[in-house]
């Protein structure tokens, strides 16, 4: 890859990474800007998971000290992801690289709308959560991981939404525990990968320094902001990528 065009893919993975911390969705950004570059799409969807594992655990490390973790949900919700990443990863290929990402721009349209509608949402924590709603998001991440496996385009900004609306917890919350979630998420989809040999670790080594660091400077920026600008920084920049991705799809 000519020098340019690296100094250039470097700087959109580190900007989407550092925003990408509180928003998610790096890879409706990062995976179609490598293909621009020319790079073929199924090494583009590996190496750029090979990154997200180190921009997970990058944006892991300033909320080891927070205490926000939900330790008692955390062991059954990563088992969940292990297992549909896994599952997820295996299927890259079969399923279409222009359909997944509208139908991901349609559901964070959804989320905005429904956190606007819910203004508590994110900001305080709720503790009430109803049996029923407490098995759906079992659920929900088991799908999810599958689709973060295979694309993971969008995946932890509607985890994140999933854990705000259904597991009452706070954005400050959700960013963390969506962050620990998805080192394992990428880390199985990266094995898969790396078994079938898709990854270009020349690229990824060089992504993934700058993902890692990038999440780091973006989750202490993110542990200094309170829940309410964390909200709005969300819906934001989602309504915003949503748009973008709807748009480049229709034309």
Same mark, same amino acid.
């Given at each position: 890859?000519?020098?340019?065009?690296?100094?250039?893919? *470097?700087? &959109?993975? !580190?900007?989407?990474?550092?925003? +990408?911390?509180?928003?998610?969705?790096?890879?409706?950004?990062? /995976?179609?800007?490598? !293909?621009? !570059?020319?790079?073929?799409?199924?090494?583009?969807?590996?190496?750029?998971?090979?990154? @997200?594992?180190? #921009?997970?655990?990058?944006?892991?490390?300033?909320?080891?000290?927070?205490?926000? #973790?939900?330790?008692?949900?955390?062991?059954?919700?990563?088992?969940?992801? @292990?297992?549909?990443?896994? @599952? +997820?990863?295996?299927?890259?290929?079969?399923?279409?690289?222009?359909?997944?990402? *509208?139908?991901?721009?349609?559901?964070?349209?959804?989320?905005?709308?429904?956190?606007? /509608?819910?203004?508590?949402?994110?900001?305080?924590?709720?503790?009430?959560?109803?049996?029923?709603?407490?098995?759906?998001?079992?659920?929900?991440?088991?799908?999810?991981?599958?689709? +973060?496996?295979?694309?993971?385009?969008?995946? /932890?900004?509607?985890?994140? =939404?999933?854990?705000?609306?259904?597991?009452?917890?706070?954005?400050?919350?959700?960013?963390?525990?969506?962050?620990?979630?998805?080192?394992?998420?990428?880390?199985?989809?990266?094995?898969?990968?790396?078994?079938?040999?898709? &990854?270009?670790?020349?690229?990824? &080594?060089?992504?993934?320094?700058?993902?890692?660091?990038? =999440?780091?400077? +973006?989750?202490?920026?993110?542990?200094? *902001?309170?829940?309410?600008? @964390?909200?709005?920084?969300?819906?934001?920049?989602?309504?915003?990528?949503?748009?973008?991705? &709807?748009?480049?799809?229709?034309?």
């Amino acid at each position: 890859m000519p020098i340019l065009e690296l100094i250039l893919l *470097i700087l &959109i993975f !580190f900007i989407t990474s550092a925003i +990408g911390v509180v928003t998610g969705s790096n890879s409706l950004i990062t /995976v179609p800007a490598m !293909f621009q !570059f020319g790079i073929d799409p199924r090494v583009a969807v590996a190496t750029n998971m090979f990154g @997200l594992t180190f #921009f997970s655990i990058g944006g892991t490390l300033p909320f080891l000290q927070q205490g926000v #973790f939900d330790k008692r949900r955390l062991p059954l919700l990563i088992v969940l992801t @292990l297992a549909g990443s896994a @599952l +997820g990863a295996l299927l890259v290929g079969l399923v279409s690289s222009q359909t997944m990402p *509208i139908i991901v721009s349609v559901s964070m349209i959804f989320v905005v709308v429904f956190t606007l /509608v819910k203004p508590s949402a994110g900001v305080e924590k709720q503790e009430n959560i109803s049996r029923f709603a407490i098995t759906a998001t079992y659920v929900l991440t088991f799908f999810l991981g599958i689709y +973060g496996g295979l694309y993971s385009g969008g995946y /932890v900004t509607m985890l994140t =939404a999933i854990y705000v609306a259904m597991f009452g917890m706070t954005f400050t919350d959700a960013v963390a525990n969506t962050k620990i979630i998805n080192v394992f998420s990428s880390l199985i989809a990266t094995i898969v990968f790396a078994w079938q040999g898709l &990854i270009d670790y020349r690229l990824g &080594i060089i992504l993934a320094v700058t993902m890692f660091v990038a =999440a780091y400077i +973006g989750a202490k920026v993110v542990t200094c *902001i309170n829940d309410l600008w @964390l909200k709005r920084i969300f819906l934001t920049t989602v309504l915003i990528l949503a748009i973008k991705t &709807i748009f480049d799809f229709t034309f």
